[in-house]
Every structure is written in structure tokens, then in C-alpha cells.
């Protein structure tokens, strides 16, 4: 079955770095683009970044851009989100997420969720 | 910047329908997706394309899209579908994808 692994989470100090890892397993990985979303605690639902099927083109959110690097390793069945310079409004529960195969539609959407890795940043 | 805008709150009895709506300008030209998250899950897609079901989600579930609204509709609510709902959808150059701010159903 679809499986998503995240990892890398924990308490970070403000301004560190953190690099947060997805673990795939149980499809075709180098088939599906990836995405990454948060969520702050008691907050809804914020879309992060995106990767697409052979990491060449990748998408980010407003409110992490330029601070936030999605990559992927299809070799590892690995997608990597690193994120620099965090700040405490950065905690969150991180999850990683599989776009639905489906190139007739509209626009994407996320079939898959892994269980998410919980981001603390604070002093 | 583009917006998805849900109600915060919807509630109504068990066996009532419940309906909760996501507004968007750029709907009018792409697809809607819904997802139910219960308190300490990870989220679970309940409608893709507009109006498709997955394979084991019940069928009191249901989409649809037309203009600049979106709406799930819940057919005969029960009180273990309360919980939040998120829709899901791009901005009109597909560059952007985002979230509704969430909506809470209570089945009570």
C-alpha cells in the first residue's frame, strides 16, 4: 500500500536550519509529483512546496518562499524539504503528500498523506 | 494575493444534510478537491475533480462546482463525520495551489 514516511522534525532553535526527509514506498515513486503542507497547531491546512515527477520544476508557497528548498531523490524514493532561517511561527506539523495521477484534471490534487513530522522552533 | 474562502463553521443534526461551500474566482476555470481531517489525523481526500469519489469514501459524499463556488454536500450527516474540511485548488495560471481555511462540522 501507498506509504509516505516523514522524518527529520524536532525542536530547532530560531534561525537554525532544518532539513525534513519523505520516505516513499508502495508505488512507482519517480511517477507522481510530491507536495509538502503544514499545519501550526489549533490552524488549518498551508501548502508549502511542490516537486514534480523528475525534480526539475518545483513550486513554493508565499509564505516560506525563499527561505524553504524541495527536492527529490527518485533514486532513494526520498523527497527532502529544507528550510532555513526558521522562525517560531515556522512550528508546524510537516506533511508530505502524493499528487494524484490524473493529467486530465484541471488542476492537482493530493491523493496520499504520510502522518506528518511535528517542527518546534523555539529558544 | 488569490483566496479560498470557506464559512468556519457549519452544524446540524444527525441525518440532516450539511453543505459547505468554498468561493474562489478561479473555480470557474479548475478543479476542486475536498478533504476531511479528524483531530490528530492527517487529512483524507472525500472528493477529486469536482465531483469523483474515491474508492471507500460513502456516498452520502458528494461534490460539486459551478461558477465561483464549490460545494460538498454531506446526505444524511452522521456524528462521527464531524470534523474539519478543508477544499483544495489552484490559482487561474496554475502556478499556486492552496487551501480553504477550513471549515468545522459539528453533527449534533
Known amino acids: 500500500q501507498v506509504q509516505l514516511v516523514e522524518s527529520g522534525g524536532g525542536v530547532v532553535q530560531p534561525g537554525r536550519s532544518l532539513r525534513l526527509s519523505c520516505a516513499a514506498s508502495g508505488f512507482t515513486f519517480s511517477n507522481f509529483a510530491i507536495h509538502w503542507v503544514r499545519q501550526a497547531p489549533g490552524k488549518g491546512l498551508e501548502w508549502v512546496a511542490s516537486v514534480c515527477l523528475d525534480g526539475t520544476k518545483k513550486h513554493y508557497g508565499d509564505s516560506l518562499k525563499g527561505r524553504v528548498t524541495i527536492s527529490r531523490d527518485n533514486s532513494k524514493n526520498t523527497v527532502y524539504l529544507q528550510i532555513n532561517s526558521l522562525r517560531a511561527e515556522d512550528t508546524a506539523i510537516y506533511y508530505c503528500?502524493?499528487?494524484?495521477?490524473?493529467?486530465?484534471?484541471?488542476?492537482?490534487?493530493?491523493?496520499?498523506w504520510g502522518q506528518g513530522t511535528l517542527v518546534t522552533v523555539s529558544s | 494575493s488569490y483566496e479560498l474562502t470557506q464559512p468556519l463553521a457549519v452544524s446540524v443534526s444527525p441525518g440532516q444534510t450539511a453543505r459547505i461551500t468554498c468561493s474562489g474566482d478561479a473555480l470557474t476555470k479548475k478543479s476542486v478537491y475536498w478533504y476531511q481531517q479528524k483531530s490528530g489525523q492527517a487529512p483524507v481526500v472525500l472528493i477529486f475533480d469536482d465531483s469523483k469519489r474515491p474508492s471507500g469514501i460513502p456516498e452520502r459524499f458528494s461534490g460539486s462546482n459551478s461558477g465561483t463556488m464549490a460545494t460538498l454536500t454531506i446526505s444524511g450527516a452522521q456524528v462521527e463525520d464531524g470534523g474539519d474540511y478543508y477544499c483544495?485548488?489552484?490559482?487561474?495560471?496554475?502556478?499556486?495551489?492552496?487551501f480553504g481555511g477550513g471549515t468545522k462540522l459539528t453533527v449534533l
Open positions: 503528500a502524493r499528487q494524484f495521477n490524473n493529467n486530465s484534471s484541471r488542476s492537482p490534487g493530493i491523493d496520499y
Open positions: 483544495f485548488s489552484s490559482n487561474s495560471s496554475g502556478n499556486h495551489v492552496l
